[in-house]
């Protein structure tokens, strides 16, 4: 006969009230300190989530074959899980926690998943567009420092979608490669510009699993008209950043939140021919002026960005 074991006698069996601990009571002694405290956290927040919810045993299989789905979504282009983290807001939040920077500095947001290494390399002046769409924009501004002074030879790699609402690496068979992307390097005394077009608003891709879940919540796709930035300079932190369009009609609800007050940028309308023709145009153009600002790299607490643009 098998002995009958009360439950007082046996500590750590698992129970709705003592879930999470029953749980996190198993991680060894030798596991990383680190690894162990952020895995009970998440074990006790899940749980209490699941509690809180009353998640049926159907709703749970839901969301397993959700996350089964992202996976297999996943290739070397499409990177579901940080579309899903994105669209929860999770991206930008951790991104905010690790890079808490000194007043003034220029802001970090959101990577996305089309920036590409080894873009063409342009001077100053060159235009990024190459399909010859959208309205024409010059963009230009200065990289300084913390202190307001210039830092010559920042790169700056830069990227945007096209009117279409698509990057190149979306439309390979379509788009000229390497079409509105173009990394250039600040003059000796800060300064950079560039011509291009002014940006638009665009879905984030929305064919897979993230795009059927934001469809299920009443949620559109669609990013707030940006340009993107990676910003590096020997000794500084690399700042991976945005300009928004300030008229963009999502730009109050850009679906990765990645929208901050200091990157929104006027764009104003130039129509004056002298100035179009000395800078490249052959009409009216817009005009975005932005400076970047660099925190050294011993001014903020967590400064493990390699210099990308090397
Ligand atoms: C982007 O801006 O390219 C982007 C960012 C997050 C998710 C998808 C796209
Ligand atoms: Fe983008």
New binding site residues.
Partial sequence: MRPSISRSTVAGLFSVDHSAEAVNSRIGRDADPRLADIMSILVRHLHAAVKEARLTTKEWQTAIQFLTETGQMCTAWRQEF??LS?VLGV?MLVDALDHQRPEGATENT?????HVADAPRYSNGATISLDNKGEPSLIRGRVLDTGGNPIAGACLDVWQ?NDDGF?DVQQQDIQPQGNLRGIFESDSEGRFWFRSIKPRHYP??HDGPVGKLLNLLGRHPY?AA?L?FIISANGYDTAVT?IFVPDCPYLAED??F?VKESLVVPFSKVDDAAQAAALGFDGPFWLAEKDFVLAGIGQQPTADIKTICK
């Fill in positions: 940080i579309l994105d991206s959101v990577l996305g998943p089309f979608c990057y984030i891709p990013r940006h993107h945005h679906a990765v990645g």
